[in-house]
């Protein structure tokens, strides 16, 4: 028998109506507006909710450098309705001290286990998707005609949309990041992270971002090909650079 999820004073018979509770809750507001009290104290006991394994405060993208917590009491201004990545409404805790913090309702519900090395390689792709892009766009302006580009594996024109800056093996962007964590003994436990309003999570440490778009230009080999192509070929496997391999520049 499932147990119910309890959030304040409120229960809720699964996650999914505590989900369906505090979307309704979202989409009752407009962007900009602030909660009313009583969604206030709803937002609030879904935080203390959250963090009552603590091991999460840190991990939660600067929630613990802008929250106060004494005698189980959080200090927040205000809760307002903020605009996130697609014109999305979110949720956005303004602490007493510090920045605003937008939260996902959704993940507060489900308190997934925290897998911190998932998380330092979720924000390295993060951090290189600037340079993916642009790898990309310039490969479009050197090759597209009619608004078309050749995959580089099929040779078929194909859409912008329809194509994507791949890896090639064996120096995939998973091996990338296993080798950058080696090298420069990462330990997870020590990594900050930060999420501005609009942008996706980064290293908190602006060096550290650095140091890894640096190695990763250094280490990828790339190509633009078909999204749906399946690259496990074994002659994909070489690692000598051939010569239609793109890579990064400055």
Known sequence: ???????????????????????????SYNFGESLSDEHYHDLINLLKYYLEDKNRVRKNENIENNTTESNDKIFIDDIRIAKFQFNTKCFEFVPSKGEPVIISYRIFVDKPKINEKAIFNKVCRNTIQSDLIKVKQDYFKVYSKNSKAPCQETKKNMKYEDLVVD???????????????????????????????????????LKLSSLFREYHKEKALLRVVDKNLNLSRSGMARLKQ?????????
Not at 1 to 27: C, H, Q, W
Not at 190 to 205: G, H, R, S
């Open 242 to 250: 051939m010569k239609d391999d793109l890579k990064i520049n400055n």
């Open 167 to 205: 890896h090639r093996q064996p120096n995939t962007l998973s091996v990338i990041v296993d080798r950058f964590i080696e090298l420069n003994k990462i330990e997870f436990d020590k990594v900050e992270y930060k999420t501005e309003p609009n942008k996706l999570t980064e290293f908190k440490d």
């Open 1 to 27: 028998m499932r147990r119910p999820i309890i959030i304040g004073d409120r229960n809720f018979k699964t996650k999914k109506s505590a989900k369906e509770y505090f979307s309704k809750v979202l989409n």
